[in-house]
């Protein structure tokens, strides 16, 4: 049985910690001078419905971004980091730093570029070659979020598919097959399937001898005009 000395103690250890967690969520506590902490980045778009044939569109974009600070409610998993500036690789430091709490995420000088750039990449894989992608930053209190305002344009369509006279699939008509079967005139462009299309072109190849035929082999040169 717990005597009221030891719970009126525990009681007192317990708010002592808390009061040390909550001391310790200041956002600015142990960064240099310059940095920031990086929360998150959001999108919104112009056109969105431009887009309502791509499967998992907004959760494949979201997952571009460099991830985002996990702050916990009230701020408390940066607290549990910051509480603590050193501690050695084991013990009960190290694991209320490192466990319990979560490290900050600095804001780097080339996000908002590096942030715009894979989203343009993404964007042109699924079509959207007159996509558009500007990216800003906002900050208080040494938090810093991106704000991304996108606008997707077209959606490009595939005209016409020709191989080279030259290649595989002149010897292989079975090739062309494969590529017809999976992507046809009048589908929209998509980088995916084009990769889809190289994997069983390589395949097939492979299992018609030539064995050292790799994915790699097959070019793919896309005139927007």
């Known amino acids: 049985m717990i005597g ?9 250890v317990v708010l002592g910690f808390v009061v040390a967690v909550m001391a310790s969520c200041s956002t600015s506590k142990n960064l240099n001078e310059g940095q920031n902490i990086y929360k998150e980045t959001q999108f919104t778009f112009a ?33 549990l980091y910051n509480i603590y500036d050193n ?15 979560n490290a900050p995420v600095l804001f780097k000088d080339n996000q908002i570029d590096n942030t715009e750039a894979k989203v343009a990449h993404y964007l042109n894989g699924k079509g959207f070659f007159s996509n558009s992608v500007d990216c800003h930053s906002t900050e208080k209190n040494r938090v810093v979020a991106l704000d991304c305002a996108i606008t997707l344009g077209p959606r490009y369509v595939i ?29 929209y462009y998509d ?19 030539y064995v050292n035929f790799k994915e790699e082999h097959i070019h793919y040169y896309v005139d927007t005009a």
Do not use: H
Request: glycine share 8%; with cysteine; net charge positive.
């Open 191 to 209: 980088k995916d399937k084009l990769a889809f299309i190289r994997s069983a072109m390589t395949q097939f190849s492979n299992n018609s001898g």
């Open 87 to 101: 501690t050695k690789k084991t013990g009960f430091r190290n694991w209320v730093k490192n466990k319990l709490g």
């Open 159 to 187: 005209d016409s598919i020709a191989f080279p006279f030259d290649s595989l699939p002149y010897e292989f008509p079975e090739l062309k097959k494969i590529s017809k079967s999976i992507w046809q005139s009048g589908d």
């Open 47 to 79: 056109d969105l419905s431009q887009a309502k044939d791509i499967d998992n569109f907004k959760l494949n974009l979201n997952a571009l971004p460099k991830r985002g600070t996990r702050f916990g409610f009230l701020r408390t998993k940066l607290g």
């Open 4 to 12: 009221n000395g030891k719970i009126i103690c525990f009681r007192f």
